[in-house]
């Protein structure tokens, strides 16, 4: 209730601070006979950990997953599956700077307001390592939609203003380059940019696309944990970004009723499917067979090595330089954390719509 | 469980179908001690009320709730209030047109995939009837909310290209034109474009920007139930929006970090407050004392006037024509929805707050 | 979230005070597809209705349940289906005696001190009257559990210290006396002492219980939803029971484990079963294949006619003499009441199941 | 929601199989700004370990529990707070006995049933290492409710037909003999009585008795979540208890009203209070300012050392003799998971009062 716990049938619970013991999370509502292991996991932890490129921190932070339960002679049981990942880089730095002093861009003041209490070694809670947890769910959550035949697929489509051309998009060059970007141009221009911030002591946010195939007509629930409403909260809450679109998203505002309408089709089998897309695969809240699409827009790296203007705990104006090395962009790193968080989407509406018929 | 419920601790279950005996709604958690009548509630459904202007439909709704419990000598009692809004213009129409034929842009089909049956007059579940529903137990939120000295307020942006002037904001005028524009200029050209939509037998999108004051800093859970993607679930949970952002929003993906970062600065009786709003007014998940801005973007009426190409329940290609007079554009009626949905959001966060401390 | 709303999958909930508009309730997540009429409701409803005997208030209450949304063409179509009974007996009657007075054995006091106010009128929400929305939801949940052939039974077991005597239990007596006691001589004794507890001004407590046939094993959500948590928490939410047990229940604390163990045997087809049933049909808090079997226990009825020692809202020690016409005995009623808390139980449950394998 | 997370606001997640890695459970919802350490929930944990008497296991155990998160410099933060105790004693052991075969009166054949595979090594998730992860829990909401005044008390009523002698009730005796008795007499006749039961290599049930002082009147949800209703249902879902009463419970089925019935009196002071408390503190589902009292019934240890008849998965009848030694009762080592199922119950409804007014 109190915000760690996501999903209704596929139950996830999150734990841990980016300073404390370790970070982990508790999947309830697992279906029993799934083969699982650690590496099944461990790949995707891999996609997010720091340390890959320039432009991601430099800890060491090892990350390896353990699975504590739910798993019995190589198969889930249906029982709760505890997984952590130790901090290992706990060494005791100095806090001094941001530990009375409220950072721009970040939960410190708001943590303090609601609690009168955080943890402000390296963000505590609400710093990236929250993911993790996200990430190690995430992963379990693939591996059993696969089995259904359903992938779920993120990129980076743009940093700052450079955008993937869609004419040049190859996914599997996502994999190749460390921006994540499947446009080995853009990823290039891309890194240029991040550069040229990292010399002004800056940052630059971005957008990352979703893709979801294989998804059957009708998951979802009408009214209120619709598809694409559940999608946006559980993206929303992945922190830094702002903003998000399913289909054609804001630009369907702009657009015409006649123009934005996807035509129904049969094939000469009788198979339904949609001329267009506009819709990005939901229609009334339910899936509607199509290539489900969204996009999340991520704010730029609110920790930049430039010198800003705050307050401390004390009610002083003050200024504050954060210390360390900073990503100047958050968005490579965060693909893998989208499409978890729509993998735990889109299995907990799945597994909701066995019960939708008597 | 099955999406009709919304909110933990001020909860909100819906019923009801477009041509079935009515719409209503339960509130379940609703504190008691709370004046209350039927004027209260009735004021907001007004606002939502079809027949309004030439670009709304003509149904003579009416739509005037009743309170069936939980009031008692003018209070709540803490008890479920239950609301309902009877459908008084249900007289038996010829749906053969759409009977077993799937509109584009619709819900038919996606119902009759994930349930094998759906209530096909008027839209059925999935009308813009059931937010009739939401609006009244917005009112009742909204009234709570205005107790603590918290106010919502929605107008509609733009209407296809045509947006509001920042220069010529003015509220007042929202409320003067039909169009639910604060900007009269930006409502007559609205207006003579949704003319021409109608001429063209076509329709227009839009998008509705809501503005929060009042919320104490420290609203919103950590993690998963952050103000943002509560609030993000909430209205993409409204039929027919397909993006929403919060903040600078899908700009800030483009901005640097220096410059979307807002200052923090204390006043000289210590108060803290932002330099800017970029955020709009949420950190890390939770209220940070600013204003809470966010926008919806609503995609054009589905239901034109067009001949459509399409495909019938036997999986036949056929052309449609929806008879009936269709209203050119949603948005100056989802302005009350969407303020009714930030209430129902924010109301539920704040009370889950008063447990944030021993 | 504030108690009036039952189940996951299948979600109940309901409103309504005694001498408000109605009560009613809405079932959310109902699969579609089910045939479903009112007289499917209806058939429950009257046998809780009063004024059916000597024993029950003689208020005509009618009882006749509307369906008003999720039913189409004779089918439910998976949306929520809202049921209301009004309250045609709201003659405004002199309730000075209760208004300011708490009643020994009632929720009067409690309300009070919870809400700060309370709907004093025949009970408000704790009337008995609330056990309509259960019953019709149950009704509902009944039909449906029929179709995957579950039969739920309930039956007076006790009146005071009557019981009904095992080698003369007659389910077919049930429906013909009064009492509902599946033993007619039984009754005989049960209907003179209540005569008794009448003249006395006096009332009687009773013990109902209930039979669950058809529930295949495996049903029921290991530690927290065990299906005799569920039940329990789902039988001692209905007013006046004090206490829960399955199979053997408290005489099982007495037991010896070889005695108590039922033991497993397999017929020459190789099913299994057990050879005898103390565990009532659970365990580990699945439903082991047999008979499922529980009691409730129901205290006196706490509206007696006989002067009473209280104390009223001012915190004055008054004598209360309570007027109108008392019920000497909740039981008979109360078992239909108890097969409906029961069959919302086991169908939630059995809807959660089908998410246990892969 | 497959069971493993108890609570609404305070919001428990339990994990971990008798003989995997560990076992564990978060708490997500705690208040922030409580002191706590490692020994606040030691002490409680030590009271269920096994190996204290010649009536308990012997495996060494030592269960100590460590902190993962949610605490910040000796106090809670309001995040999840992790807690794990490790499985220390895995050793291989040869399960050849039980793989295969359904013990009379265990989980073994629902777990098979339900899911088609289990963990049989100890019992998995339904041994009673499971409860380490409740008393973890509890341990912290009895430090919490302590801050308020509310103190939760378990203790042995009964083993077998042996009962504690109210005239003799000493709650300093539970704690100084083995069997959590509050009467040294009683505690040695049951002493007595289970060697006896070792010798006939059977086992015994109990009764628990829990008394929570202190609890305002109000706290409890009408309806569906009743302070009782919910005292049930998480005092039921602790493994072999087989019946749950409240107050005078089943006796009240056999009392008269008039002699049921409390009166209330208030003293000079206007202060309001029960002349008695045969409703044990709980009146229409709300606390009424009394001592709150309930009973749970457990049946006698399943694993008895005694030959018994049963099957094996292939469906064949075979005799069973379960190795290794028997606790030969459960109630002593019970009385701390009731009490812990008890505080996180009346926690959770304590928090969810603070929204029952404006």
């Known amino acids: 209730m109190a915000g760690s716990t996501f999903g209704n049938i596929f139950r996830v619970t999150t734990w841990g601070e980016s300073h404390g013991k370790g970070v982990g999370v508790t999947v309830d509502g697992c279906p029993a006979g799934l083969p699982l292991c650690e590496a099944d996991i461990q790949e995707y932890l891999d996609r997010r950990k720091p340390g890959q490129s320039k432009f991601t921190t430099a800890r060491k932070e090892g990350d390896e997953v353990e699975i504590l339960s739910g798993v019995f002679e190589g198969q889930t049981t249906g029982t ?27 939960a410190d003041y708001t943590f303090d307001q609601k609690y009168g209490i955080r943890d402000y070694r390296g963000g505590g809670r609400s710093s990236a390592r929250e993911t993790i947890a996200r990430v190690a769910a995430g992963a379990l959550a693939c591996k059993i939609l696969k089995q259904y035949g359903i992938t779920v697929t993120a990129y980076v489509k743009s940093i700052g203003a450079i955008e993937i ?18 446009d080995a141009e853009a990823a290039e221009h891309a890194s240029a940019f991040l550069e040229e911030m990292m010399t002004q ?4 946010g971005g957008v990352v696309e979703c893709v979801i195939n294989g998804v059957p007509a009708g998951v979802g629930e009408p009214v209120f944990d619709k598809l694409d409403a559940r999608l946006a909260g559980a993206v929303m809450s992945i922190g830094a970004v702002k903003g998000f679109e399913v289909g054609d998203g804001f630009a369907a505002a702009r657009a015409l009723g006649s123009s ?4 129904f089709r049969a094939d000469e089998t009788g198979r339904i499917y949609k001329e267009t897309n506009h819709s990005g695969g939901i229609l009334g809240g339910m899936s509607d067979g199509s290539e489900i699409v ?16 705050t307050v401390n705990k004390a009610g002083e104006n003050v200024d504050i330089v954060i210390k360390g090395r900073h990503d100047p962009v958050v968005v490579p790193r965060a693909v893998v954390v989208v499409e978890s968080m729509a993998a735990l989407t889109v299995l907990d509406l799945l597994l909701m719509n066995r019960c939708a018929r008597v």
Do not use: C
């Open 80 to 106: 709760p599956i505890s997984m952590i990942v130790w901090n290992k880089d706990q060494r005791s730095k100095d806090y001094s700077t941001i530990m009375n002093v409220y950072r721009p861009g970040h």
């Open 165 to 182: 051309d869609p004419d040049r998009f190859d996914l599997a060059e996502r994999d190749r380059n460390k921006l994540n970007m499947p």
């Open 294 to 309: 969204f996009r999340a827009a991520f704010k730029p790296t609110p920790s930049i090595a430039k010198e800003q203007r």
């Open 260 to 263: 934005n309408n996807d035509a």
């Open 201 to 204: 002591l800056d940052s630059a």
